[in-house]
């Protein structure tokens, strides 16, 4: 026979055929890791795996992955000492990431309150009151970010000085009094409009930062100042000749207004990101003021 039992029974065939079994093992936790594309596990089982049944080793259950080897990629190996996790985006770890960061990319995000980069050069003096008047929405928008204090000064206090003439009582108290009193007068004048024009600015800008806009308050203010004075030119000029209570110049000053409406409105739309019934809102006070002082007459 193959086989034979020894003196107490036991069946000895089970050692001449699987003399592997008979090796002694190290204890569990100081067995060699193994390595990557070699054999885990001892054979016995199908194609070489654990006996069914049994997990990993010493009856362990198995885990997917190898817990002692430390993935290393090829052009972007992960250090350990570097505050890099090595088993980060392996199998059984999760990468962890703290509450504000993008583990995805540094997208960009829109904020309100933080300016966009302004789209094109800053426009010169000339080529900013012409670009009002014909193209508005072009330049409202290449200007949003650039601040008009000098052409908004100046074409004010002008506009301020010749306003004066176009009211018909302060055009005749201003020629009938002396030259000492009326170059005074007509500086005041030119003062006051300005510091209004500003006034009227800075609450257009307040109301569209409140309906939710994103522009800097300088160029609002300056381009405000801009738009008040040089859609209100035409009336200015046919009501200093005029007078006026002239019928055309009340004519020209309700057409001048609804011009002024409209520029309003696409300067705070270009510089705030607001659509236009927010743009139309947040301009509202500054429109009735310029009406009821200047349109009409009754300043």
């Known amino acids: 026979m193959a086989g034979f039992r020894n003196g107490r029974g036991r069946d000895n065939r089970t050692s001449q055929q699987h003399p592997q079994r008979q090796q002694q093992q190290q204890p569990y936790g100081r067995q060699a890791p193994p390595q990557y594309g070699q054999q885990q596990w001892q054979p ?12 990993g ?18 052009q972007h190996p992960q250090q350990v000492g570097g505050g890099v996790d090595p088993y980060a985006n392996n199998p059984g770890h999760t990468q962890a990431f ?12 829109y904020r309100a309150g933080a300016a966009a980069a302004p789209s ?21 928008l290449q200007m949003r970010d650039y601040p008009v204090w000098g052409p ?11 306003a004066l003439f176009g009211f018909d009582t302060a055009r005749e108290d201003a020629i009938s009094a002396t030259l000492s009193t009326a170059i005074p007068y007509v500086l005041t004048t030119g003062v006051a409009f300005v510091v209004g ?36 030119a035409p009336r200015l000029i046919f ?20 011009a002024a409406g409209a520029l309003f409105t696409a300067m705070v739309s270009k510089s705030h990101d607001l659509p236009w019934p927010k743009a139309l809102g947040a301009s509202a006070i500054e429109l009735i003021a310029l009406l009821s002082l200047i349109k009409l007459g009754t300043l």
């Open 44 to 55: 016995g089982g199908p194609q070489g795996g654990p006996p069914p049944g049994q997990g």
């Open 57 to 74: 080793y010493n009856g362990e259950p198995e885990y997917f992955g190898d817990p002692y080897q430390q993935p290393q990629h090829p």
């Open 98 to 109: 703290s509450i504000g960061d993008d583990p995805y990319g540094d997208g960009a995000t």
């Open 120 to 140: 094109g050069p800053r426009l010169g003096w000339r080529d900013l009151l012409s670009g009002i008047v014909m193209r508005p929405r072009m330049t409202f």
């Open 152 to 162: 908004a000064l100046t074409v004010t206090f002008l506009y301020g000085l010749l």
């Open 197 to 232: 024009s500003l006034i009227l600015g800075v609450v257009t800008h307040t109301l569209a930062r409140q309906l939710g806009g994103d522009g800097a308050w300088q160029p609002t203010v300056g381009l405000s100042m801009l738009i008040m004075s040089i859609t209100d």
């Open 239 to 258: 009501g200093v000749f005029l007078g006026g209570e002239n019928s055309l110049v009340q004519v020209l000053g309700w057409l001048t207004w609804i």
